[in-house]
C-alpha cells in the first residue's frame, strides 16, 4: 500500500485500485444536471459524462450523481442514431450543484422561453451553470453570460457574435467565469471535466480519471480550438501564415493587401508572390474565399439571413455577396438551406 497526498493506492492482481484516503470529513456528492437538447452533440454529452462516473468508479465512492433532464422527461435523441434517458423534467426540485447544457446542430433555432425561465431560475438559485458545443449560446440568449466571459464552438462563433455583438467571446476550449462553465465541446470538455475535478478533489486525482480514458495530453483552458496554421494553410512560409491570421480575424470588416503586407513585414508584390508560389492563388483571392467558406458554414449551422451572413463575412450587399458565393460554389447561398430543409 502507497500513500501520497491523501490517496492510497491498493494492488491487486497486477492493478492499482485508488481509494480516497480517510480524512473524518464525509464528502457530500454532487449533483450534476445536464440538459441535452434535440439533436444534442453526441460526443461533448460523453465527454461531460464519463469522467464523473470514472471519478465515481476509482474513488470508490459518489463524488457525483449525474441526472439527465428534458422539459417532459421524455428521452431526447443526438445528432447521431443515440438516445438519452431522462430522470427528471424542469419542473422537479432537482437541487444541483451544476447544470450543463448540451446543444448541436443549430442552436440559434433552439427558443424554448420554459428552459430559458428555468435556466434563469436555477442562475438565481445559485447553480453554476454550463453550456457545451452549442450550449453557451442557449445561456447567452437565456442573458446568462452578460458581463462574464465565455466561449463557444467556433462553428457558432460569428453567428453568436452577430446576434449579440456586446458578449466577451473567447475562441478557447472552455472558459471558468465564477459561476458559469462554458466550453467548446467534443473533446474540449473532457479537458474541462479535468479542471472541474481538479478543482474539487485535487489534480493528482484528476490525473487518474483523465489517465483512464488515456486522455494524457491535458490542454489549457486556453487552448486553441483548431488545428495550427501550418497545418490548415498547408505551409511553414511566415509571411503567409502571418497574413492568414490576419485574414482570420478580420472577416466581418476585410483588410486590403496593402495592411496585409504591413501585418506580413513584406511588399504587396511580394505577398502576392508567396501566395502564388506557395498556394497557387493571389492573396485577395485566398482572403475572398475564406470568407465565403465562412459564409457557407454560417448557410448550414446558423438561422441568420442572407443580409446578415453578408455583412458577418465582409459584403456590402446581399447581391454582392450572392454574385460572389454562386461564383465559387457554382449555386446560390439559398441552396445549402434548401438541402438541410429538404
Not at 485500485?17 to 470529513?25: D, I, R, S, V, Y
Not at 442557449?138 to 446576434?163: C, N, P, Q, S
Not at 481538479?198 to 491535458?218: C, E, K, N, Y
Request: with cysteine; aromatic share 8%; charged share 20%.
Amino acid at each position: 500500500m502507497l500513500t501520497r497526498s491523501g490517496w492510497l493506492y491498493f494492488h491487486e492482481k497486477d492493478d492499482y485500485f485508488p481509494k480516497m484516503a480517510e480524512t473524518g470529513l464525509k464528502q457530500a456528492t454532487r449533483r450534476i444536471g445536464i440538459l441535452p437538447l434535440d439533436h444534442f452533440a453526441l460526443m461533448s454529452y460523453a465527454a461531460c459524462v464519463e469522467p464523473l462516473r470514472a471519478a465515481n468508479l476509482l474513488s470508490q465512492k459518489p463524488l457525483y450523481e449525474v441526472i439527465n433532464i428534458s422539459p417532459d422527461g421524455l428521452a431526447v435523441g443526438s445528432s447521431g442514431q443515440a438516445f438519452i434517458n431522462c430522470q427528471a423534467t424542469t419542473e422537479a426540485d432537482l437541487n444541483l450543484d451544476y447544470l450543463f447544457v448540451i446543444a448541436g446542430g443549430d442552436p440559434t433555432k433552439l427558443f424554448d422561453t420554459t428552459i430559458m425561465y428555468w435556466l434563469q431560475r436555477l442562475a438565481r438559485f445559485g447553480v453554476r451553470i454550463g453550456g457545451v458545443s452549442g450550449g453557451p449560446l442557449i445561456l447567452a440568449k437565456a442573458g446568462l453570460m452578460d458581463g462574464r466571459r465565455m466561449t463557444v464552438h467556433w462553428e457558432h462563433a460569428e453567428a453568436l457574435a452577430e446576434v449579440s455583438p456586446s458578449l466577451l467571446i473567447e475562441r478557447s476550449l472552455y472558459v471558468i467565469d465564477r459561476d458559469r462553465v462554458t466550453c467548446a465541446g467534443g473533446l474540449a470538455a473532457m479537458d474541462m471535466m479535468h479542471a472541474l475535478i481538479s478543482q474539487h478533489h485535487g489534480a493528482m486525482f484528476a490525473r487518474m480519471v483523465s489517465d483512464w480514458f488515456l486522455h494524457t495530453d491535458i490542454r489549457p483552458s486556453a487552448g486553441p480550438q483548431r488545428g495550427g496554421l501550418v497545418e490548415r494553410v498547408g505551409t511553414t512560409n511566415a509571411a503567409i501564415l502571418d497574413a492568414v491570421a490576419a485574414m482570420e480575424h478580420h472577416i466581418a470588416d476585410p483588410l486590403g493587401l496593402p495592411q496585409l503586407a504591413t501585418v506580413s513585414g513584406v511588399s504587396s508584390r511580394q505577398l502576392n508572390r508567396l501566395f502564388r508560389d506557395h498556394l497557387n492563388t493571389r492573396t485577395m483571392a485566398y482572403y475572398r474565399r475564406l470568407r465565403l467558406e465562412k459564409a457557407d458554414n454560417l448557410l448550414r449551422n446558423s438561422s441568420l439571413s442572407l443580409t446578415e451572413i453578408a455583412l458577418a463575412t465582409g459584403f456590402a450587399s446581399s447581391s454582392h455577396f450572392s454574385s460572389a458565393y454562386r461564383g465559387l460554389f457554382g449555386r446560390p447561398p439559398s441552396a445549402p438551406r434548401a438541402r438541410l430543409a429538404g
